[in-house]
């Protein structure tokens, strides 16, 4: 069966590393990009509609497809307005999951994060938790939640302190074993691989942790 999928947030390391994978997918005839700037050089097989996603709403008509893949977010140094966060972690997750719960689409996969617990005292762990439970209430038949830790991979955007970090933490990589395994970095190519294997599988499996996701990843290559 040849398929539609939906990207929310083509643009960021997970996300753009996801469509070139389905880019080369031959089960997939059709990706919708839904973002406030076009993407030069794209395939036909590519569909983008520009405008402000921040009201998601707006494109309800054309938010239709056999999957959904969200990979929103931002972080607390690129978007310090605590309102504005919230807005893009989980106003548009949330809102990607009610569009696809009223146009039919029967499976939807979210980038959440290590720690997300609608319960935290953390601002960033409770809105990450308090969207995974918003999503999660829309009851679509197939839903995969992602709890990666800090992800890796060559950004385009230059985040000195994030690199510093990333750094660090891979050298302390050796140290994390049994309980602070979920604690190593996941590469953005795995959880993007572990979106698709996800998305083509009978899996009912709705929280997906850390350490789940390099295994997943590493289930099955790309048919074609």
Not at 6 to 11: D, H, P, S
Not at 16 to 42: A, H, N, P, V
Not at 187 to 192: G, L, P, R, S
Not at 218 to 224: G, L, S, W
Request: aromatic share 6%; proline share 4%.
């Amino acid at each position: 069966m040849k398929k539609t999928a939906i990207i929310l947030g083509a643009t960021g390391l997970t996300g753009s590393i996801l469509l070139e994978k389905l880019l080369i997918d031959d089960r997939y005839t059709t990706i919708k990009l839904f973002s406030r700037k076009e993407i030069d050089g794209l395939p036909t097989k590519v569909k983008q509609f520009v405008g402000d996603i921040l009201e998601l709403d707006d494109f309800k008509k054309d938010f239709t497809a056999d999957e959904v893949f969200c990979c929103i977010g931002t972080t607390a140094k690129k978007t310090p307005d605590k309102q504005l966060y919230k807005k893009i972690d989980f106003g548009i997750p949330v809102t990607a999951a009610k569009l696809a719960k009223a146009n039919g689409i029967p499976t939807f996969l979210v980038i959440s994060s290590l720690g997300a617990n609608a319960q935290s005292s953390i601002f960033y762990s409770k809105t990450k938790g308090e969207m995974e439970q918003a999503v999660l209430s829309e009851k679509i038949e197939k839903t995969h939640v992602f709890q990666p830790s800090i992800i890796g991979g060559d950004r385009q955007e230059k985040r000195i302190g994030e690199k510093i970090g990333l750094l660090v933490i891979k050298l302390l990589q050796p140290l994390f074993f049994g309980r602070l395994k979920k604690y190593r970095i996941t590469k953005a190519k795995d959880i993007a691989q572990a979106m698709i294997n996800l998305a083509n599988s009978t899996s009912t499996k709705t929280i997906i942790t850390s350490p789940s996701i390099k295994l997943l990843a590493e289930e099955c290559p790309i048919q074609k």
